[in-house]
Structures are given as C-alpha cells and as structure tokens.
C-alpha cells in the first residue's frame, strides 16, 4: 500500500512497488512504536507530496477528496491506491458534484488527472469544475450565511465554546493547511488552473472505433481500453514507480464517471442476465490491481440503482475499497418528511476498507444527510443535530433552524410555553439540552 | 494469531490438527480477520504455507502479520511461504501475456473454464521436497477469498472442483489443511456464492463464520462468531458441537465474549 514513503527501484520488493508506511515521514508527524521495515531498507528520502498527508493511524498516505466534511468521516481522506466508489443518487444530481469536487482538489493541490467519461467530454468536465475559495472568502461565506438567519453577533464565541466540547472535530479552513479545500461551487474554476495542471482525458466515443477488433477477453471494449489507457498513463508518467529519475513524485487522481451505465457498452444496467454480467466486476479488479501498484487514487461514479442483480451489486461493493451512497429526496416519500425537511439528500458510508489494519477509523455518527446550498455541499448528521451539534466541524458555523426559533421566543416565553412550532421541531431527546442552554444563558 | 481465538477453538501452534478443511465465512461483515489469524497460526506452527491472496496487497497481510507477531517477508525468503499475489498477477497476465500457463489464466479468456493452472500453483508450492531434513510441519493452502473467483468469472461448480482437488492432494494425500474464505451475501440473492458456499460447508470439517449483529452497528461489539465443528474425527462423539461468541476486534488482539442473554441497554 502506498505510505508516506516509496522504495527507489534498488530495492524494488517482489511484493507491491509502493512499500508499507516508511520510516522516511519528512513531515512533522511522529510514530511511535516500533516501525515496520519490510523492504523499506535502502528507501531514498521522499519529499512529501503536495497535497497528502500520512493517516494518524498507521502512516498510510492520504489524498484529500475535495470535502472535508466527508475526509472526516472516511478516517482523514482517500488512501492513495484505493477505489471510492459513490453510488449515484436517482437522477445524478449530487453525484457529479462529489467528482467535480474530487478533480478540483486534485487541481489546486498540483495533481495529475486522468477524467474518464462516456457522456461528457473531460475537456468540459474540467471546464466546470468549482473555484476553490481562498480562506477569506470562505470566512465572508460563514458570515452571510449566519447574517443571513439573523443571529446576534456574538454567536461567534457561543460557537467556540461548542467546539471545546468537541475537541476531535477538524478546524475550518486554516490558511496554512494544503490539505483540503473548500470550494464555490456557483464559480467556475479559473482558466489558468487548468492550464497549468496536468491531466488526460478519456472520452469513449473518440477511443472507441466502430470496426472494433474481437478481443478474446470478456470485457467490454469500452472497460478495455479504458484499462489500457490508464495502464499506460500510469506507466509512461512513472506513477508506479517505473522511472526512477523522476525526482518530484506526484499522485495520479482517476475519476470515472458513470461506469456500468449503457453507455459504456454495459447492459447490466438493463437486464438482470446479462452476458458481460462478470465484465464489470473484473474491470474493478484489474484496476485495482493497478492503483494499489502506483501513487493514483481513483472515484467513480456508478449508477446501481439502475442495476437490476443485486448479486452485482454485492460483488461490486466487496470489490472496491470505499464506498459511499447518495440518496436524495427528490420523488421520496421522504421529501415531506419534517426530519429531513432541510436537506436534500442521505449520504450512506457503506464501506470504509481496513487497509494495513485490522480496526479501522469509523466515525461513531450514522445518519448522515447532504444539503446542497447555494455555493457549498455540506453533510450533516440528522441525529446530533438535535443537539445543537453536529458531526462536521465545518458544520459548525451553521446555526440549526430551531435555535432561530429558540432566541425569538426568548424574549416572549418561559420555558414551560415552548411554541407549537418549536413542540413540532424538536423531540423530546433535544430538550434538555435547550432547557440547560437557556438556563445557562448561552441561547 | 490470536490467543482467545486459540482457547476457543481449543488449539494450539504446537497442537494443530491435520487433514482438515476449514471454512471461514463472513456475513454483513468483514471477517478477514480470521485470515489474518490462520496464517499466523500455521506460520508459526512451522508449517509450509501456500497464500493465494486475491483481495489485498502483500505489503498489507505483511503489516497486520507483524502485529500479530509473524513476518511474511522472512517466512518467504525462508521458503516457508509462497504467496500468489491476486491483484499484481492480474495485471501482469492483462497487459503482458504470459506463454507458460500462469495461476490466473482464467482472467483473459472470455468464458472463465476451470481452475487447472491454479491448482496446478499449489500442487508445485507445497509439494513436500524430499531432501534429509524435516523442514515443515505440513502443508497448508489458505484462500483469501473465493467469492472474488466469482466475481472473476469463474462459475461455482468451477470453484468447487477446485477445493475438491486441493482437499485430496493437501488434506488426504499430504496431510495438511486447507482454509479458505468465502463472503455470504446473505439476502442480496447471489445463487452462485450459495451454491459455493452450501458446497463447502458440506465438505468442511470447522466452520466460524463472522456475523453482523441483527441490531446493526454497534461500537463495543464489532460482529458474533459461530463456531461449528463437523465431521468428528472420533467416531465415538456423535453430534456436530456449535459455539457462539460475540467479538471486537481491537488493535493487536481480538476480546470475545458470551452473548449476554439481556437485552442491550442504552
């Protein structure tokens, strides 16, 4: 597995190129505890790379995914040589936005991006990538949102005293930190960034010619030139290792948008048996083969609602390492439900992989609902939010609708005359935590 | 390995039995490791082991092994393991095909036939070598997973024919074990993984499986162990013996528990 540090070729292991974590951390993060040497003798000193950090758990390297919130929950970010898989909501609406998220962070942190698709062109995709905001005018973002609901102006330090009574959730955006952006995304991402940056696209119809020749392998030509493709990029830039002159080491981002819907020439999507029923599944394989040899990391959208085998389903979730669901409201009975009443969608951790471990970092917050404002997406929990708390520390900085209601009514009411809309709002689990509030003043 | 899991299923490195196959199964979780057990277990019960290692790299059995106490690296440079990395392989055979048959041929044909080529990788990795000394205890194949053969295209009956192979030259003939995991996908209605599975647990001599909980997620009990053992080797003891413990797997260790007959209380 990828770690903070990789083996020159000297010492090139029969094992995976990329060597378990190194004793090579340049950065300031200390281990204690015996290290683990394997094939790591001889390992030239790596200068980190731009826009990773080691896991606080066992020194695996980490990318961000362009959300910090969801970095969070899935035990710091992205290991590098591991698939996330994000199951596409019903009508691909919130989907698109954690893959643009995704290459956008992999932009501004100086990544190479291979942008596989078959609907959109990756020159397009690129073009509407969201612009990152720079730390003050993400502050300004905060400050209208709560201007916004008309709070006093010392709910600022209310909120500082709630982030010490939740020590383990992340900062905002410190000005300092190269790990995790924020972005905007009713802004489109500056020309000159993508003119600067590094990437490659695959786009199927132009790859793909109509006399196509037989291949005497069940996958579909589509997945198989995608692998080719990718293998190559891989192989020529050097990700895996293979040019060791190479002296500034960079990790490639793959993101895949839409793989198994028909027009990748899959029709699992369409019939429960299906002929190319395994061409799919050993795709994921193979290339999984392939990240976990080389410093790339890979998203890829899939629609499995429209997957008719649940079979598949199973086998394609045992196959990938993380895997996130979308569920948004639109067309749900859930839409009218009062819980879910300010956002749009569920967000479901199916899979976190236990990666040189035998325990993996799980957040302890289930219930985990998006909400897509104007310029950020942001995912809270349902279930602390009653009180007054959330899972997110970028959550943080939004005051829940019922605390609008808490200080008008503080003036009117005793506690005892909660209005009906507040009765309505909040169940019995959050009462007492407003009760202890207004008593200590602090509402 | 693990020490609790030991005295629960009453074995020892020193005492390990011989002949058997052991099915490891998980459900609603992840039971790799009980894999991660049985490959320290027999490593450092001396014996030889072939590792067919389909669903991670070895740079990570390598790591949880060390904190269990085995390094994989030395046991392989000192012979006593050989392992089939899965991932590395496929790629090798996809983009650089190999002439002499390779262990994952099946992956670049288009209708997956047998499972020959493998089988033929682990008759030559654990064929006892018959030189002076007694260099290991006995061979021993652990499969991690099978349910990937079927994700790979291989049919179950394909996959059965090859543990039945496996079983009469490693079990019978040379007196070893087998182990192997297999995924149950439960009410995601897979026939062919219930086939494979139903065909193996008829052929296994223990069986653990790894359980979610009904209730769903829990933080201080990650899952429920079954332990079954069939096929009593003694005639004399008459019924197949069922354990259930309810496990969290913490950093180095696992801690097992009876499941307490009170409800949960929050």
Redo the contacts between chains.
Sequence with gaps: ?AAAGTCGTGTR????M????STNNVTSFQRRGPR?S??DSGCSRLVSIAGTRPSVR?GQLLVSTGLPALDQLLGGGLAVGTVLLIEEDKYNIYSPLLFKYFLAEGIVSGHALLVASAKEDPADILQKLPAPLIDDSYKKECDEDVCSHKMEPDIKMKIAWRYQLLPKMEAGPVSSSRFGHYYDISKRIPQELIETSKWHGFFLPEKISSAFNVE???LTPGYMKL??FI?NIIYKEGFDGSNPQKKQKNILRIGIQNLGSPLWGDDICCTENCDTS?SL??FL??L???L??SLSACIITMPTHLIQN??V???VT??SDTVVGLESFIGSEKETNPLYKDYHGLIHIRQIP??????YDIS?V?DLAFKLKKKLFTIESTSSRAHGRSSCGTMLRYPTAGRVESSQTRDQTLIPCISRQIRYRWTTREIPEYIFNYISGQV | MFPELNNLLNTTPEGAEQGKLTLLCDAKTDGSFLVHHFLSFYLKANCKVCFVALVQSFSHYNMVGQKLGVSLTTARERGQLVVLEGLKSAVDIFFRPQEEPHPLQFLREANAGDLQPLYAFVRDALEPVDCGEAAWRCPVLLVDDLSVLLSLGVGPVAVLDFVHYCRATVCREWKGNVVALVHDSGDAEDEESDVLLNGLSHQSHLILRAEGLATGFCKDVHGQLRILWRRPLQPTTPRDRSLTYQYKIQDKSIFCCEPSSEPYSL
């Design positions: 597995m292991s029969t094992g995976s990329v060597a378990a974590a683990a394997g094939a066992n005497s392998c069940s692998l080719q293998q395994h599944t050993k394989y193979i999984r083969g392939l976990r040899t649940k079979a389903i199973a086998r045992n196959l236990r990666l040189n471990n035998l325990i302890d289930k």
